[in-house]
């Protein structure tokens, strides 16, 4: 991949908007919005990762319910892992075997949004903005995804966070960005009488799961922009006219060429 300067993006992201904007059609006039920019959350907005952060937040706190207990048995049962006598435990075991290798990065994802099964929506919209506070989300935001996000708002384009991570975490860190939980597409558990519940809205948003999420959004409408650093994002950098890798891993590097107009994004500090 070759790199983008900041004021290259910027340009190309004003061109492709202008082109977005005219002529408006009937989608874009209901919508209030002719194009969209999307953007993942965790190492592309931000660095380091939410959905973990909530996790060991919900570790420490380990005041898991008898619902959510039940689906990590049930988890453990199924990858053939060796249950414990405590819920806390048995996710701590199922997280160690992502790390591991033996068990998948898209169940890992679902299962962290599900840790909070059975508690109320409103304690778990708590506890995510105190592990947004906490583990200092705002200090770990990227500079040069912040500024082409500010720019995309700034030429009527709607801005969406398209993240892996659990909605209400993300909710919490968009916040810090200014958008409402509106821009945010994320691990959604269903809910049931302002309780969390033990299912998920499928699919969630990894892999191409963020592209059919993301195409949901869009209605028709042209994605403008669109930003992401790891391979999971690749889906839906391709449906952009300007796709940008921030800071990219190297398993984004390594599929790279199945997207040839994907650049990195030249940084940007403080």
Known sequence: MNETPYARALELLTSHAANAAAPPTSVSAASGAAGVCAFDG???LWAGDVGEDFLHHVLEENAFTDVAARLFR???ARTGLTAS???RD????LFRAYT????????ICGLIALAVAGRSVDDVARVSADVVRARDVRGR?????????EESQARGLEVVIVSASPRAVVVAAAAVVGLSANAVIA????????VVGATLDEPIPYGEGKATRLRERLSGRPLVVCAGDNAFDMAMLKLAAVPLAIRPKDRLRKI???????TILGRLEG
């Open 42 to 44: 965790d190492g592309t």
């Open 74 to 76: 049930d988890e453990i």
């Open 85 to 87: 006598t405590y819920a």
């Open 90 to 93: 048995d996710l701590a075991r």
């Open 100 to 107: 591991e290798g033996a068990y998948p990065e898209e169940s």
């Open 141 to 149: 935001l990227h500079a040069e995804t912040v500024g082409i996000l």
């Open 187 to 194: 691990v959604t558990p269903r809910e049931d009488r302002g």
């Open 256 to 262: 790279a060429h199945e997207l040839p107009s994907l």
